[in-house]
């Protein structure tokens, strides 16, 4: 079955102890994408991946790192977290677009991180 | 730089009736539009894009979106409403196609169906 996983689905955690969320796709897509939602505000963007070892910021990247070093696989890392940064994150993946044609993005079942 | 909008916070149908749920954006150059529709506790799902062409997009679930360059607009329809297309809805759009544009999603609109 195509599906983007997400560990751990639910998380509670004190402010300034490192964690990381785990984010991996089965179906060989080369971009993936970090997004965050918070109520009022939608999702908004973290960080992407266009492919292996290329990543960028998004709109809101700030105490946020990534890493791209599989394909399948695209970690989100809170080095030092605070209650800001309480939220629902998503991850996501697709093909790339190319010349005409942009592809609909698969979404993980989401994380819920509690920062207290 | 792009946007999207999403004006209604919650919409309210009665089962059978037709439903709307509103996105109206800006992009330079042509726009990529999406609706994504999200469940209890579920992540995104796609329910439909458009691209280029026919200006009446069909999609998942019976679900259909109007494109209308002129008023820059994006809404999506259903002719008959299920309780059970109660959900959250997002629109998201993206601009002008290279490799460094990123798809903007709307604050998203609550469909409740009323029984």
């Known amino acids: 079955e195509a599906q983007v996983t997400q560990n751990p689905r639910y998380l509670i955690t004190v402010t300034g102890k490192k964690l990381t969320v785990t984010c991996s796709q089965n179906?060989?897509?080369?971009?993936m994408s970090w997004y965050r939602q918070d109520p009022g505000l939608g999702l908004r963007q973290i960080y992407y991946s266009m492919n292996v070892e290329v990543t960028d910021k998004g709109d809101v990247p700030e105490g946020y790192k990534v890493s791209r070093k599989e394909k399948r696989n695209f970690p989100l890392i809170l080095e030092s977290p605070s209650p800001n940064q309480t939220s629902l994150y998503f991850c996501?993946?697709?093909?790339?677009?190319?010349?005409?044609?942009?592809?609909?993005?698969?979404f993980g079942p989401g994380t819920r991180l509690t920062v207290t | 730089a792009q946007s999207v909008a999403q004006p209604e916070d919650q919409v309210n149908v009665a089962e059978g009736n037709p439903l709307t749920v509103k996105c109206t954006y800006s992009v330079s150059g042509n726009p990529y539009l999406f609706w994504y529709v999200q469940y209890p506790n579920r992540g995104l799902q796609f329910l439909l894009k458009?691209?280029?062409?026919?200006?009446l997009v069909k999609g998942s679930y019976g679900f259909e979106a109007e494109f209308n360059k002129s008023q820059t607009s994006f809404h999506l329809k259903k002719p008959s409403a299920l309780v059970s297309d109660s959900a959250l809805y997002f629109c998201a759009v993206s601009g002008v196609m290279n490799r460094d544009d990123k798809i903007i999603f709307g604050k998203g609109t609550r469909l409740h169906i009323l029984p």
């Open positions: 996501a993946s697709s093909f790339p677009p190319i010349s005409g044609q942009i592809y609909e993005q698969y």
């Open positions: 458009y691209i280029t062409g026919d200006n």
């Open positions: 179906m060989n897509h080369e971009y």
